[in-house]
């Protein structure tokens, strides 16, 4: 049995309680952290692996997002991994924490390629296993793709990404930013323009310029407006039809400030006029249910902005349903 | 004239100034306490009663539910008895305010006992009253079912019940409490599972054996997937066509979780997800002008948890708009 | 060029730094303070000028309101003068903040006479400008309204209201407060009943008697249930329609109790049941769109109340919507 | 027996319910309402008189003062009338709530002489009695104390105020605001600059001119380090003693600003720096004890901006405590 | 090797990452929960032991001082076990975390049963084991108390209070509830009044009878007033030197509401006028130097109510402080 | 006249309306941020510059100390500049706002070295300028002392701070960190351990192996309990006294933690039982007005956690108290 050493990991800050006794786990019970010697509870037979990116020192604006693994962690134990309207029980899958990322606290290149590296050695240790990982800001999707293109680097990779924001500022004012993340994969050809949907856009809140630049290299910018003509369910299946044909893999990214400010008010750029939370789990389920995504990630989600934490229990709720989506995939 | 010096009763905690001159009362002007003597300001004809039961100590997580009877004498003066899109002005219907069934501090089954004990008796002195219970937790409303069933033993009762978990955990484990009260009504053959209609069920929140002990007892569990396929409105009146078959009383149980928790931040254990507001209003005036609607309880608000009030106040609409149906019983 | 000594205004509190060299700017860098000297930024060819109206002392509940125009400085910074989904830049228009109606502490009637003023001598200056008032209390809308007309005295105007509320109380009881600016103007002769639409009212917060006085009067009451029969865009383009062919100025007042309090939580007299925030935002570029419609506010928010400035960001974004079907005039 | 139909009071806007059977009432169970038909529950024979002042639109800043009155009689259900540490029982004292002073919505002079011609009616029919006032804002200091001496033009009148603001702006500029009701006083001849003692005054919250302007009319300006070097309590009794040679009435008003900012958030100015909890409690009990303290009031404390209530209870114990006094002075 | 499979404890709920190789541990490195298989990780020589006690349903008022032993849980990770001003480091102290004593949801009498006989057994077991209990409301202190009285019967116990309420109230009433458990002590012959002694009582929130009732038993009621008058340090001091001469064992139990509101906002029954932080700080230190004093809780915490944690973070401080007290017991 | 065209600094935000007619300016109106060319408004003649360092990237805990500058600037509108109890007027010194030091968003590196040259460039181009930093975290003290040994090689530098924490953590695991910088400065040979008084440290914040080092060191750690044997006061005029002998400039650093939290809620780390308000302020008097105090910093304040402002007000009022310091010195 292998052990997961992987230097740049470090172990999940706490673990909850397990009653072995339990036959009906509890999502705090049933999603299992890394022995502490860092064998995997279930052997290599992994399905899904969590991993913590606890990063926001890339952020344009103030975030806590770094705070939010430790949050997930916390707000999971208010779920039951039985899906009561798909009448999926999720705990058949396979899903362990691998706990966060390791970071540096004043050296944000180190913290990039500790990123970087962990999904690269990731892939390549256990390519059967579909990585989740918990932002961090969104400058955390750049390392984590490129990641992957260096374990696969033959593979096409196209991006589903559901935001509020093209996220495609320049580098050379940013640097790797949590504005800048799709612009990186673009212009270090991690992946096409033509390869990403992006999915929730609307009102004032991106540029001309990005705009342009956008059309120019080809992203497919679906408004929200556009995206509930025919429904953002039916919306998210057309990207993923169009993707399909194109890429090998399909690497979704959540961030949060897609959701409307007043359901979502843990986000630290967050504005109203976005999508409904009801849109967002639809979504999620649709997605986790294709083939062709392997791997997804959840960013710009800042707890301690949260409300009662609606934001938080909101992104663990997409979580699941995405993973209720990726259980049904053996069953279609 | 009767009096009501119902032992297990406290006078509501205080009243409004009420200014006789007034020709145009606003709600806590129209909402009649009892008088100091325990005699109703209608005589015997109350049309609706108000009880409080100030009671969360039953409640599996921490709420202060015991504080919405009083959250709500306050709220209503922000009201007005006049529905404007209904056209229909409440104040001839009689209310009063009866005040708050007397607990117990560490005696919780003595707390349960003087609930059901209330409305038992209740039922007795002024059988053409219908009560509205404002809670409390939701053990309480296995404990006014109970009391209604004592009042009325060969009446079959049915349930319509809006809420985002069951309420059928084991008893044996947790007791009477905030988890467990359908279970209860139905093992104590108080009513039967397949007269339980329960409306609002999503995602995570229940875990799979209650759905299997659900389908076992026959309890119609409706989620909001399936009740927006032809509208909450809708499924509401075809919930209440089927009860109406078999029934002769139906109780409306309102768990404020039903709600979605960016609408409604003040409950115990509210979630992402879950019904919007608009969707409840609609669906108070729809059970409230049923005629065999005859008892209503509103449960699992805290108001600590609340932000702006905005989730007592739409206890307090929802409340109203129930009573609009009740008025509009008489015109149809 | 002339300058805008205007005896009654203040100038803008504090202005942003404006560098000199950015090409794109965000509507902080585009929106233009009147020079120190009291000239404008654009000599005489303003398009939209904007005034603050710092008054809440009129507010029959306790408010902040007064905040308000400087809340919106502080927060337009977070907002882009690109409209992406209408694919439309705003920079063109030449937008002037004119700073503050002077207030007074102690006299509301001076307060209220230097509104008035301020609109009649800003039309007489600059009749081709179109202004947005940024409140304060609905008040203030009496008194712009009278100011306009004091300008334009041989106009017919007629008021589009989006609100919760009538704002029909009896001047009598209040003065000139908050809950009575349309009853103010309908029986000061500034305008016809029948030419005020109000769309949103709905549910317990209107008296029965300003019902009957609005049906007396003529006013339009469209409920919010009656508005999403067709939805409300469809309903504020029957509105605008009906108007326009009886006056010669639609004035536009927004009261942001017209949302539902969980969308909007910064307003005094918000409450749950009201409109959505995209019902609003689509609202508002169909009311910029149309010809007539010359002026605007935007009142009732207090920004103390506010979470995490979800109103003051939707009230933002409202005012940016309008001013894109403003452009967008021209294009039609 | 009299009746107490003053035409400017508003009765209590709610009344607690009363257990006649209790022998150990608490604060809200032992101060008395006026009866419903304006008589006083202890006939002619009242110590202590409490009225509301419900006004804040005559505050500089945005403040919700105005809801200080209720505040009140909702916090003082958690006090005990009997005071611990001085073995004192405060129910002998017969004290009775006249509800509030009527304010008008817009006009803010006719507020004004409301309480001035309460107060005057209030001395000439009830001489015996002790008004407690509970406002609003300082501007009712001014009518109060004017009030006052219109009822006893005679008598000679000092004021002893715990406050960080000299309340001395000019009333031109400001009018009758709360900025400024010590100078109206200095300036209407109502009392003399030296009959003012002002403890609690410090930093950067009172500008050079009202420092000179202070000096000139001999305002004793005490500030916090001053009072710290003798300790408050023994400042307090250095004030009284200096003020009881001079006067025939000493009328104490407290601006809970006096506090510091991190013990009492809630008021609209305060500021940190201030005076503690406990120094403003021991002089409560001080003031209260000397027998030419006729009269009381407390102002700008804003219960919206209150964090857990704590600047509400720091108030009613303040009032409390001062009533400790005033039934020792018997015992002296 | 004993282990501990008390039938009445639950596991902590959580469990830090403990990284073997760090040197210097912080707290939630140095505190140890029991092993899972119910074993100590000290074998049996376990200095201090932690015993969460996580009821609040026997509190008078909502508390959610339930959760308390959680929030202890996470907090001490935010502090380090050595203490600067002392020159102290805990770390040679054997501490482990016993989880929580079980409760019901709806059976307070079996959630008391199981305190005591959690206490009872415990002092069977490790009689050389200082337990520390986190609560939970008072009314577990009544419990824990005869759990000890149980386990030592022939003792006498003495009791050191910090609190501002007497705790005093009569059983008929409430039961045993956060209100009566020193009488409770009284009544049921645990203790003598004369050998308890409750330190800073203040003001207004006991009645005139409990002081009576305390008078007549004999407890020795130190107010605040009195305390400081000596200081709190050194009332302490003297209530430890009267007690060490009657009793064999001095039980500490500290309310949270002993401090001032402001300092300590997340108690359910906290008011202004209390103790400041430091003192509390220092009389732990104290406390936890008397050699008689051998076991020790601290109630009525609401985390829920708190303010940036600041309540928490002091009650965490002062049990460490306590034990800084109890490691120079050896030294001195 | 020079002009101050430094390439590392960003121009203030925004600047408030200045009406040329006062003549009693409030603190806004006296601060004068430089001209928009770059020229400062007082020639060079400056007496006292603020510097915005709006960094926060670098601290340990997730913090928006990023937001203090603005926070400052909009803050000191609430202030007079005239000190009451010292009856200073502090509009003679000439105080320029020279904005913010230029940050990079992803380059720490960049950052930091972008302080260093600022205050480099600051002290050649201005050495008579007294500079005021507002940051950001404390790691921006280690670059602002070293880049003042830039300018002035051969001078001495000591250091008085003001901090519950010894900030003495080894670079080696965190870098240029907030934990980090004075140990930084003893290590870079910017200074010795024994020109550093740190003042204010106390409980469970730092490691024993931090003392352990600081003694090593010969850092001058005082305790808050030792400073209060004397005073606050006379301690910090003792570490004047001693730091005087030894070194040419006193930079004076204050960590808004060293508060107690609830005194001072608003910091990342701020921990109960610190310093109260009245001791720091005291203490910036005596440090503003020594004669080598020639540079200060205030660091560590987060505005999002704050409540009601009151840390930011604090913070505030602690600079213009040290300015008063300052403007004493003339004097003394």
């Given at each position: 049995m292998k052990t997961f050493p992987y230097p740049m990991l470090n172990p999940p800050p706490f673990r909850w309680h397990r009653d072995?006794?339990?036959?009906?786990?509890k999502v705090h019970e049933w999603i299992h952290p890394l022995?502490?010697?860092?064998?995997s509870p279930f052997a290599d037979d992994i399905d899904v692996a969590i991993l913590g990116v606890?990063?926001?020192?890339?952020?344009?604006?103030?975030?806590?997002?770094?705070?939010t693994p430790d949050a997930f962690r916390r707000a999971?134990?208010?779920?039951?991994?039985?899906h009561l309207e798909e009448e999926?029980?999720?705990?058949p899958l396979r899903v362990a924490d691998f706990g966060d990322v390791r970071q540096h606290v004043t050296d944000i290149s180190q913290c990039h390629s500790n990123i970087r590296e962990a999904m690269a050695s990731f892939r390549k240790h256990l390519p059967q296993t579909l990585p989740i990982t918990i932002g961090?800001?969104?400058?955390i999707t750049a390392m984590l793709v490129q990641g992957w293109k260096e374990a696969h680097p033959s593979e096409r990779i196209g991006l589903l990404q559901l935001d509020?924001?093209?996220?495609?500022?320049?580098l050379e004012e940013f640097g790797p930013a949590n504005g800048t993340p799709i612009r990186n994969l673009i212009e270090s050809g991690t992946?096409?323009?033509?390869d990403v949907w992006n999915i929730g856009l609307h009102g004032f809140f991106n540029s001309r310029s990005l705009k342009k630049y956008a059309d120019q290299v080809g992203v497919n910018g679906i408004t929200l407006k556009e995206a509930r003509k025919k429904g953002v369910p039916a919306t998210i299946r057309h990207a993923l039809s169009q993707l399909e044909k194109e890429v090998d893999t399909i690497y979704l990214t959540l961030?949060?400030?897609?959701?409307d400010l007043s359901s979502?008010?843990?986000?630290?750029?967050g504005m109203p006029g976005g999508m409904r939370t009801e849109e967002l789990l639809e979504a999620m389920l649709i997605a986790g249910n294709h083939?062709?995504?392997?791997a997804m990630d959840i960013v710009c989600l800042d707890p301690r902005k949260d409300v009662g934490s609606v934001t938080v229990f909101t992104a663990v709720y997409a979580m699941l349903n995405f993973l209720v989506g990726v259980i049904k995939r053996g069953a279609a």
């Open positions: 072995e006794k339990v036959t009906e786990p022995n502490i010697d860092g064998t606890p990063l926001s020192r890339s952020s344009i604006s103030s975030s806590a997002a770094s705070e999971w134990r208010s779920f039951n991994p039985y999926i029980d999720l705990t961090g800001d969104h400058s509020t924001h093209y996220d495609l500022r320049p992946l096409r323009g033509s961030d949060m400030d897609v959701l979502a008010p843990g986000t630290p750029a083939p062709k995504v392997k």
